[in-house]
Every structure is written in structure tokens, then in C-alpha cells.
């Protein structure tokens, strides 16, 4: 008999389980989260059926619900009530995230808090960071910028995250936060850098979700051409000399040969499944065109067989659950 039909017949009757060559498991998941200072009660988000914003009085019950479904990471978005041309409120002590981290380490002291450092969703332009005027029109500047995401690195650690994940893309933006957290007395904090960020129409949903959506121009000066591979794995390589701890590649599934060579560099990696891919599965299974349950297994394990160590995903709770019934 060949081979691959013994292999085939084999796996049929007792041996599927010891030939799987990836797992996925519930530690390899981080939920995001969105905070809104701005609400006294929960309220979903439209194109991200499933998911809401939450307002700060119920984010430690929301960091309890994930901690009982054994999901032990979050990853932390804010939406503040007040915006500027500067992003001032993202680095407030009593800014949104640095409050519901402190919530959450009251009442889930284990939880491993990341927080995304950027600013889109605290300027009144919407941009990640701030802007002036460029030989091509107004744009992203960039060093005044990393001065900004520098500041709020260091008051998120201040108020006790785990982790910071800078997300804007910017020159030099590992650099300048290890620095300043180093110079705060923040040495052990760990970066988790969006080192390969493309510029992807699947953040869609996000705009609504985080309400960061821009007043001109788009993101294509400071995130990837999706058309680039080897260009989005220098980006890793570069944040990972300027002493990024975990390496991230976003969006995750249709990126799955990126996640794979920046695998290689050497670094834990971590991969965003975004609110687009979320959308996408979601409405499909509500049609009833998809299973969505077994989608949802199928790409988180396509991620994780592409290489990541971790998958960030609104899917966490459900895959947990779901996971839970497949011992
Ligand atoms: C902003 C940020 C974005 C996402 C995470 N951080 C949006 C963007 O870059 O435009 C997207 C996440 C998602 O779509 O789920 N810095
Ligand atoms: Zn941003």
C-alpha cells in the first residue's frame, strides 16, 4: 500500500491526534478590548457583530468574564472624551486606558495587560500621531510624533500595563520608547511592536469601533503596500534591533507568508486577526453561507500554523468555549 493511504487510514481510526502538527491553544489568544469614556453602558459595535464598547465602570467585570474563559491577555483601545491636534489625552494619567488598567489590576491582577500606543483615536484629525505641513501636503510628522508616542508609553507603564504595543508604524518608534520607559525606570517592560502593519482596507470596522477614522488623506505614508513582502519583513528586522521584544505582523490571514518569514527573525510574533477578517467571518455565518465556528478554528489555526506564537483576536472568548468542546 503507499504510503500516503496508510498515513490516510491510519489518521481515520486512532492517530489523528498524534499527527496534528499545530494546536491551537487558549494561551495563545489576546482579546481586544475597547474602552469608551464616554458611555455609562455598553454599546455595540454595528460592523463587528459580537462586540461592543465597553465603558470603564464594567472593564474589570469584562477582564473577570475573559480570565473565567481562561483567556489571560487583552490588548487595551481607548476612546476618550475629548480630542485634540495633539493626542493630549493619551498620555493623561487620568486618560481612559490608564484608568481601566488600573481597574483591571485591581480585580484581575494576572491578567497580562498590553496597551496600544498610538494616537489616531485621541486627535481631533484622526491621524496616529501629529501632523504639519510636508513637500506633498499635510501628513504624518514624523519625529514630533515619536516625542508623543514616548509620552504615552511611559504613562501607560505608569499606570501598570504589562506590555506596550506601539502601532503607529513611525521611524524609530521602538527606539525612542525603549528609551524613555528605560529612562522612567520601566527596564523590564516588554515592547510588542506592529513591526509589519500593511496598509489594509480590513480596518475598516475598527474605524467605527475605536471611532478613529481620519479627516483627509490615509495611512499609506506610514503603514505597508500590501504588494510588499520583503519590505514588510525589513520593517520587523529593524524593530527587532531597536529592541522590540515580540515582532507583529497585521492583518493576519491574508498575510500568512509574512507572519512565516518574520517567524524566522527569531523573535516571539504575534498576529493581529482585524476587524475586517472578524466582519467578513461573521457576516457570512449569520447568512448561514459559512460555518462560523469552524472558520473561525480553521483560520486561527492557519495563524498558528503560519508561525505565530500569539493571535490577537475578537474571536478569543468564542474559540475558547469552542475549544473547550473539542477535549
Ligand atoms: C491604530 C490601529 C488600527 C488597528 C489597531 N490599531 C487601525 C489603523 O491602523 O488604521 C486595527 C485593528 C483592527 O482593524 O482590528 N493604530
Ligand atoms: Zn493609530
Redesign the pocket.
Known amino acids: 500500500m503507499y504510503p500516503k493511504t496508510r498515513l490516510r487510514r491510519l489518521r481515520k481510526r486512532l492517530f489523528q491526534p498524534l499527527f496534528k502538527e499545530n494546536r491551537l491553544q487558549k494561551t495563545d489568544l489576546i482579546a481586544p478590548v475597547f474602552v469608551d469614556e464616554t458611555i455609562s453602558a455598553p454599546k455595540p459595535i454595528l460592523s463587528m457583530p459580537g462586540q461592543s464598547r465597553i465603558p470603564l465602570g464594567t472593564v474589570a467585570g469584562t477582564a473577570e468574564a475573559l480570565w473565567d474563559c481562561e483567556i489571560s491577555a487583552m490588548v487595551l483601545f481607548g476612546i476618550p472624551a475629548q480630542k485634540d491636534g495633539q493626542g493630549s489625552q493619551a498620555f493623561a494619567h487620568d486618560g481612559v486606558v490608564q484608568k481601566a488598567v488600573r481597574e483591571i489590576k485591581r480585580a484581575v491582577p494576572d491578567m497580562a495587560l498590553i496597551t496600544?500606543v498610538?494616537?489616531?483615536?485621541y486627535t481631533d484629525h484622526g491621524?496616529?500621531?501629529i501632523i504639519g505641513d510636508t513637500a506633498y501636503g499635510p501628513d504624518l510628522l514624523n519625529d514630533p510624533s515619536l516625542d508623543l508616542m514616548a509620552k504615552i508609553a511611559v504613562s501607560h507603564a505608569e499606570s501598570g500595563a504589562d506590555m506596550v504595543a506601539p502601532?503607529?508604524m513611525l521611524d524609530g518608534m521602538v527606539a525612542v520608547i525603549r528609551n524613555a520607559l528605560d529612562g522612567a525606570g520601566h527596564e523590564d517592560l516588554p515592547i510588542m511592536s506592529y513591526s509589519t502593519k500593511y496598509a489594509s482596507a480590513l480596518y475598516g470596522p475598527f474605524r467605527e469601533a475605536a471611532d478613529?477614522g481620519y479627516a483627509f488623506g490615509d495611512?499609506s505614508t506610514y503603514q505597508l503596500d500590501p504588494a510588499n513582502a520583503r519590505e514588510g519583513v525589513r520593517e520587523s528586522i529593524l524593530d527587532a534591533e531597536e529592541g522590540a521584544d515580540v515582532l507583529m505582523v497585521k492583518p493576519a490571514g491574508f498575510y500568512l507568508d509574512i507572519i512565516s518569514s518574520v517567524a524566522s527573525i527569531g523573535l516571539p510574533v504575534a498576529a493581529y486577526q482585524v476587524s475586517g477578517e472578524y466582519a467578513m467571518i461573521k457576516a457570512a455565518g449569520e447568512k448561514g453561507w459559512l460555518d462560523e465556528r469552524r472558520v473561525v478554528m480553521e483560520s486561527l489555526t492557519s495563524i498558528k500554523r503560519a508561525g505565530a506564537d500569539l493571535i490577537i483576536t475578537y474571536f478569543a472568548k468564542d474559540a475558547s468555549g469552542w475549544l473547550d468542546e473539542e477535549q
Open positions: 496600544d498610538c494616537a489616531c483615536e491621524h496616529c500621531g502601532s503607529c478613529s495611512r
